[in-house]
């Protein structure tokens, strides 16, 4: 054997081992994310920060493509379709996205994808006008207790994440989910509109969406759903006031079911190192987000969970499609 071919051998072999070595695994250079929503949307936003912090990783041909309608179900059926076999596409998802196929017969759901990674969300809160008589949640749940119709609850549509959250304190508080009197809005201005004009006792939704009404004094936070007191945030959880509730609207990602082990698990230590860079948390701060990141397993399990209890009140709201 020559010099030459020897050495040639050699490299290769070189190479191959070095591929074998998780310190030189592979990395990717381009991504494609579908967004089951507009411009400006939730998952737009969501979409726009993973862009934002990936460029600044040095990941630069990034392309988002925004699919709005069905709840969402548009984009994961074309994502389904289209991408078989892409190592650089994922989809975004949200609560919402598991929340609505149980809500309406879609051909597909997030069992179709794999779900690769939970990144970040808001836990959500209850609000009330600043003048308003309610004067804690203790109070507002002993009104609602005595005279469930007294209480009007303000949130997103029928079936969404605020109509689940009233249903599952209904529940903790003994009451059904059939007994809260959930006022449905098209949109977040709405909400905060309904709240401040009176026509809802209480309102829900996160942080975010309430955040200027709060700072302007024209609403109060009374609780807030998460497992412990959020930084700078006045307002108990739900657990230290005796109602064990946590709850987010969060953001994931998702890759397609046709994608080995080996090509899911490259996009998945992209987005793994992706949580942990600065730009990723000065994002978060930024926008008021929290790092809610769970790799693939716990996402996966979480989601189960998620789909389970949203389908059991559901269910118990009539809501759920059959």
Do not use: C
């Not at 979409?47 to 600044?56: H, V």
Request: aromatic share 6%; charged share 20%.
């Amino acid at each position: 054997m020559n010099i030459t071919r020897r050495a040639a051998i050699t490299s290769l072999a070189a190479g191959l081992l070095l591929a074998a070595v998780p310190g030189h695994a592979q990395t990717i250079r381009s991504l494609d994310i579908t967004v089951p929503g507009g411009p400006g949307s939730g998952l737009d936003q969501a979409a726009r920060g993973i862009e934002e912090a990936l460029r600044a990783e040095g990941i630069n041909s990034i392309k988002v493509n925004n699919v709005p309608g069905g709840g969402g179900m548009i984009a994961i059926s074309q994502f389904v379709t289209t991408k078989e076999g892409n190592k650089t596409a994922v989809v975004v998802q949200g609560a919402g996205t598991v929340f609505f196929p149980l809500t309406n017969k879609t051909p597909v759901s997030l069992a179709d994808v794999r779900p690769l990674a939970r990144l970040a969300g808001e836990y959500e809160v209850l609000a009330v006008r600043q003048d308003s008589d309610v004067k804690d949640f203790k109070d507002l749940m002993a009104r609602f207790k005595a005279n469930p119709g007294s209480v009007a609850w303000g949130g997103g549509s029928p079936g969404s994440t605020e109509n689940i959250f009233f249903a599952r304190l209904a529940k903790f508080a003994g009451l059904s989910p059939r007994q809260v009197n959930f006022i449905p809005h098209p949109n977040t201005g709405e909400v905060v509109i309904s709240a401040l004009n009176g026509q809802a006792t209480v309102v829900g939704g996160g942080l975010q969406d309430f955040k200027t009404q709060i700072e302007a004094k024209k609403l109060r936070l009374l609780a807030v759903a998460s497992p412990e007191r959020l930084p700078g945030i006045e307002a108990p959880t739900l657990r230290e006031l005796g109602y064990d509730v946590v709850f987010a609207n969060w953001r994931g990602i998702s890759v397609h079911k046709s994608l080995d082990n080996a090509s899911a698990n490259v996009l998945a230590e992209v987005f793994a190192k992706l949580v942990k860079s600065p730009h990723w948390k000065k994002i978060l701060n930024d926008r008021g987000w929290l790092d809610l990141y769970l790799p693939e397993q716990p996402y996966q399990a979480f989601i189960a969970d998620e789909t389970r209890l949203a389908k059991d009140i559901l269910t118990e709201l009539g809501l759920a499609g059959q």
